[in-house]
């Protein structure tokens, strides 16, 4: 069997969730004997193959496609020139929404949320409509469609009118920590001030967009701090759509540090020295913070939306993010009653196993595995 893996879509060495999705997945299968089955990347030359880390026991051949960015002059070659790059297969898939439309083979990709209509401020109404017509045909043309969570599949089918049968759940899913933690010497804001990380702190990881619900946690926090002061929030991840305006809006914030991008390891070493996560969004299609939060024993104060009760389940509490002193109650619960949430961690992260993930994703490709 030969499977056709499409990457176009990433056009620089900063993947986000979409890509960390199929390199978790990629590398998990390096864990099996994948039989008979041999595999072909396309990616951008400039993304460099050790960038992609896919294991070396998996038998990949890459193809370069030109450097195009990650804006309309990749959709016109996904749709064009790059049929003359595609090589023969059993089963081509894409790792987000971005497929072309007349491969000959068994097609699949990865739609991990329909954010662009469950949270209309994202774009204006003429890219919604586009976006909802694309989406609708990419899926039709494929065979089958993989989402992240059951959430997502149901919200899919609602808005799409799409067939259940059609959608596969492949969790998303947190590899566990191999390395051994490091005490990081110093880690700095963005306006080089040196971050004291034993104060009592909660931690937000993620990127710096409306639809994260920024705004809302930090009002809620500022409120939380008006009974105790005691408290710190550190907020890490890039900024992307609207971004700068969020940046500006956390300026000189009392008890609040932005960190900006900050290498795994760092991340990690604040995870494990926070006293809780945070993740408050309007939208998401799964929230992988607080999993990984969940390997430190850490748990979450979410939305009580979207897929992030069904990823917190009990290990955490969650909140109505439109109500900031429900927010600020939140914080207050976690900080006093911490412990009784972390006893509900373990049967969390036994739901989101890395096993059953790979597992069900290469039996809804076809791919043949053993142990």
């Not at 041999?38 to 070396?56: A, C, H, R, T, W």
């Not at 065979?143 to 259940?164: A, F, G, H």
Request: glycine share 6%; charged share 20%; net charge positive.
């Amino acid at each position: 069997m030969i499977v056709g893996i499409n990457l176009i879509a990433l056009n620089a060495h900063n993947g986000t969730g979409p890509f960390t999705y199929i390199q978790r997945m990629l590398t998990q299968m390096g864990k099996y004997n994948v039989q008979d089955c041999s595999f072909i990347v396309y990616k951008q030359k400039q993304i460099s193959e050790n960038y992609l880390g896919i294991p070396d026991n998996l038998k990949v051949t890459y193809v370069n496609v030109p450097t195009l960015g990650n804006g309309i002059k990749r959709i016109i070659f996904e749709q064009t020139l790059f049929y003359f790059y595609i090589k023969k297969c059993d089963a081509f898939y894409s790792y987000c929404t971005s497929m072309p439309l007349f491969v000959h083979t068994k097609r699949y990709f990865t739609l991990h949320d329909v954010y662009f209509l469950s949270f209309k401020r994202r774009y204006g109404k003429y890219k919604t409509m586009y976006l909802k017509w694309i989406t609708k045909k990419y899926i039709r043309q494929s065979d089958k469609v993989l989402t992240v969570s059951e959430y997502s599949k149901n919200e899919i089918c609602e808005l799409l009118n799409i067939n259940r049968d059609k959608i596969y759940v492949t969790y998303n899913f947190v590899l566990p920590p191999t390395a051994c933690l490091k005490n990081v010497p110093t880690i700095k804001d963005t306006d080089d001030r040196t971050i004291d990380t034993n104060i009592k702190f909660f931690l937000y990881v993620g990127s710096l967009q409306p639809g994260k619900n920024i705004e809302g946690m930090v009002n809620g926090f500022e409120s939380f701090l008006e009974h105790d002061s005691d408290w710190h929030l550190i907020i890490v991840g890039r900024p992307t759509h609207k971004g700068k305006e969020i940046i500006d809006f956390l300026k000189d914030k009392k008890n609040i540090s932005y960190l900006g991008y900050q290498p795994t390891e760092v991340v990690n070493f604040l995870f494990s020295k926070c006293h809780a996560t945070v993740l408050l969004s309007f939208c998401e299609g799964f929230g992988i913070p607080p999993i990984e939060g969940f390997y430190y024993d850490k748990p979450a104060l979410v939305s009580n939306r979207t897929s992030l009760p069904e990823v917190v389940g009990d290990a955490g509490i969650k909140v109505n993010p439109y109500d900031i002193a429900e927010i600020a109650d939140g914080f207050k619960q976690l900080a006093t009653h911490r412990q009784t949430y972390i006893p509900f961690i373990k049967n969390q992260l036994k739901k989101f196993d890395p096993n059953k993930s790979v597992q069900t994703f290469m039996d809804t490709i076809g791919i043949p595995y053993s142990k």
